[in-house]
């Protein structure tokens, strides 16, 4: 919901969303065909010094923003120095044979930057660029419309279940289900289970909805 906001709100809103498109594409493209660290951390830089400057992202959001992928390609990126290659072997950690090899320490360094700098590309666009546009730009560039309206339905479903999430969690907070190791762990089991079969029912009145409405098989959408 603080990227939805952020998005609307920022000072680059304004700005032509299909040039906001082309930008980030081409930078995510740039940054897999140079395949240069050095090259992925300046475009990541570059677009973390344009959100926080021109476009006045929050610096605390930002971080946290960056924060997710940041660690998945970094825990990515250990596994494979540590388990890839089979060049000269630079550290041996005397742990069942588990050493780090040159060619995997490359590997893991470049995917590592190149993760952050397509995420940074992707994050662009994100954070500027409502959601509406962007779906109204991808059906420009002739994006098969079934892939738009999944794309629709997936975002619009997103805030439900945040939605439902948050009634129910506070509902087993004041019967004190996560007071304990063991309620939390049986009070999670329960959230994901009643999440699952709302989502059904949700679903299933999204389609009476839509059906009530005339829908043809085809969602209209935004045309600024």
């Known amino acids: 919901m603080e990227i939805d906001y952020i998005a609307h709100t920022n000072n680059l809103r304004d700005v032509k969303s299909t ?59 250990i596994f494979m120095a540590f388990f890839f290659g089979s ?7 005397g742990i069942l044979g588990i050493v780090v090899r040159e060619d995997a320490l490359s590997l893991a360094i470049t995917t590592f930057c190149r993760t952050l700098a397509c995420f940074s590309a992707l994050g662009f666009l994100s954070l500027t660029t409502p959601i509406a546009l962007i779906l109204n730009d991808l059906s420009k560039i002739k994006i098969p419309k079934i892939f738009i309206e999944i794309a629709l339905l997936m975002y619009t479903s997103i805030f439900v279940f945040l939605d439902q999430i948050k009634i129910m969690t506070n509902a087993q907070k004041t019967r004190m289900g996560y007071n304990g190791f063991k309620n ?20 299933e009145k999204l389609q009476y909805a839509l059906d009530s409405r005339g829908y043809n098989g085809e969602l209209p ?4």
């Open 184 to 203: 939390s762990y049986r009070s999670l089991g329960l959230l994901i289970s009643n999440l699952f079969f709302r989502s059904l029912d949700k679903g």
């Open 221 to 224: 959408k935004y045309d600024p």
């Open 19 to 77: 040039y906001k498109l082309i930008i980030s594409i081409s930078l995510m493209i740039f940054a897999l065909i140079v395949n240069l660290p050095i090259v992925s951390l300046f475009i990541t830089f570059l677009i973390g010094i344009s959100l926080l400057t021109i476009a006045k992202i929050p610096f605390k959001f930002y971080i946290k923003f960056m924060s997710i992928p940041f660690g998945f390609a970094l825990i990515t990126c």
């Open 87 to 93: 060049g000269t072997v630079i550290f041996n950690t």
